[in-house]
Nanobody
Framework: QVQLVESGGGLVHPGGSLRLSCATS????????MGWHRQAPGKQRGLVAE???????RYADSVKGRFTISRDNAKNTVYLQMNNLKPEDTAVYYC??????????WGQGTQVTVSS
């Protein structure tokens, strides 16, 4: 069974920072495009940031300039550095590893709450 283990969520004040981590096995990581998605209450899950196995990166417009995605191929881990957090960033954040349409894996989600 494929496991994606997320960590780093929590409660932070507006303007604060958090770093999310997602680790998986090497047999998955080396072939996968890795992404972070989020889902706020009453809203659909959507892409936050993605980094391909070749290193190409894209971000949702709402987080450009504030969030940074990176991957450590030696540690089989993807990170999401989130700076200048806003209340509208509050959501459950999910890690995704995508190899193909039938090899698409998700983490259990980690809560990020931005509140004063």
């Amino acid at each position: 069974q494929v496991q994606l283990v997320e960590s780093g969520g929590g409660l932070v004040h507006p303007g604060g920072s958090l770093r999310l981590s997602c680790a998986t096995s090497g047999s998955i990581f080396r072939f996968a495009d890795m992404g972070w998605h989020r889902q706020a209450p009453g809203k659909q899950r959507g892409l936050v940031a993605e980094i391909t196995r070749g290193g190409s990166i894209r971000y949702a417009d709402s987080v450009k300039g504030r969030f940074t995605i990176s991957r450590d191929n030696a540690k089989n881990t993807v990170y999401l550095q989130m700076n200048n957090l806003k209340p509208e960033d509050t959501a459950v954040y999910y890690c995704n590893a995508n190899i193909s349409s039938w090899k698409d894996y998700w983490g259990q989600g980690t809560q990020v709450t931005v509140s004063s």
